[in-house]
């Protein structure tokens, strides 16, 4: 028998949604919310090479992942926001909900991102999780494309604003 604990979890996933296919949006933190990505200057982000090599794995998803797609997303620097559509039709994603195969998605690029800063002998580490949003609709859809096209212009104001030491 299960601890009481686990009969009184709330489950993550939502009534209405099927999760064989659908529309995300993500956060991704660092871990600390350090500034690994690099920085806003004078309303530019402005990419560090892990920032890059982090920003070249966001426009690569579907060569390695063809049932996901990303239509807009932003590397900040110590974040990510990201729309990911994920398509069931395709395999191997049809074995799995699409909720799991988001995951797939976000843990490739997060531990590609960690063996390139590994391999060049960066400071880095994630956050252990990352915050996940079905997108129900368009006018949903098109409030978040607006903040994620916002995101760099109101840096100052974003909750995960940290001046660097």
């Known amino acids: ?5 686990y009969n009184d979890r709330k489950s993550p996933r939502a009534s209405f ?12 933190c660092t871990k600390d919310k350090r500034h690994y990505f690099g920085k806003v200057q004078e309303g530019i982000m402005q990419l560090s090479p892990i920032g890059e090599f982090c920003h070249q794995q966001w426009e690569r998803v579907s060569e390695h992942y063809p049932y996901a797609t990303v239509p807009l997303f932003i590397v900040m620097p110590n974040h ?20 799991e195969t988001l ?21 880095f580490d994630w956050q ?7 997108i129900r609709n368009r006018k949903e859809g098109n409030n978040i ?16 604003y940290e001046k660097e030491p």
């Not at 028998?1 to 604990?5: A, G, R, S």
């Not at 252990?128 to 079905?134: H, V």
Request: proline residues 4%; contains cysteine; aromatic residues 12%.
């Open 103 to 123: 995951a797939i998605v976000v843990g490739g690029i997060k531990r590609e991102v960690t063996m390139f800063a590994r391999e060049h002998k960066i400071a």
């Open 128 to 134: 252990s999780r990352y915050y996940d949003r079905i």
């Open 17 to 28: 949604h099927d999760y064989k296919a659908g529309i995300y949006f993500i956060t991704i």
């Open 80 to 99: 990510i926001h990201a729309i990911v559509s994920i398509n069931q039709e395709t395999e191997p994603a049809a074995q799995k909900t699409a909720r």
């Open 1 to 5: 028998m299960c601890p009481p604990c």
């Open 145 to 160: 494309a607006t903040y994620i096209e916002n995101n760099v212009a109101r840096w100052d104001s974003d909750k995960y």
